[in-house]
């Protein structure tokens, strides 16, 4: 009963011409704060009756229960009936300070970071693999923080703590430095928009959908 009452909200919401209401949005905190909040400003400046409830828990919320109209994830969804685009494919490289580079050089290649202050994503600690950075083991260098957030850990960098993996873009806007460029993290890191296709028409859901996609697509300084 309540998948079914969800469904005609959602079919009902999906028919709203209105440029007015509630969008409810759920992201990382990394990403509000570099592209949602930013294409948050562009929509209230087009469409001031159109209100954003942002969300950047690190809880996957679940857009068929109306948790969230969009989603913005790491991940592309399964659902079916999830309409999903990727807004971004980047490259992850190992990065630092320039305040670090400067004091403490760069570390050595395959020597496992020995002498250096590394700062990693918890979840890639959690797996069990043994841990590296862009393919090189870390177990001689020192482990200064483990986080779950891709903002403090691109912020302890920043602030010349630790060496650590960012993706390329978001470490250039920091003005961070690119060590060993030749090397990457397995895999790219993914940027995916989702939304319940019963919802792609709805006039405002569609609107912070279209600022956001002009939001990644548009170059940084």
Sequence with gaps: MEKSANALIRQAQGADSRLAGEVKVTTTDSLALQ??????ARLHAAHPEVSVILNTSTQMLNLARREADIAIRNMKPENPDLIARRLAHWTVGLFASPAYIAER???????AFVGHDLVMYQPYL?????PTLVGEPIHAGRLVSAVNSSLMLRTMIKAGMAIGEV???LAERDGLQRIWPERARAGHYE??????QDLRH???VRAMIDTI???FQEPHD
Excluded at 126 to 130: E, P
Excluded at 191 to 196: E, K, N, S
Aim: no cysteine; charged share 20%; hydrophobic share 40%.
């Design 35 to 40: 592209f949602v909040i930013p294409a948050m």
């Design 105 to 111: 050089g760069e570390p050595t290649r395959n020597e």
């Design 126 to 130: 959690s797996s069990n693999a043994a």
């Design 167 to 169: 993706p390329v873009p």
């Design 191 to 196: 940027v995916w928009l989702v939304t319940h």
């Design 202 to 204: 709805t006039a405002r």
């Design 213 to 215: 996609v002009e939001e």
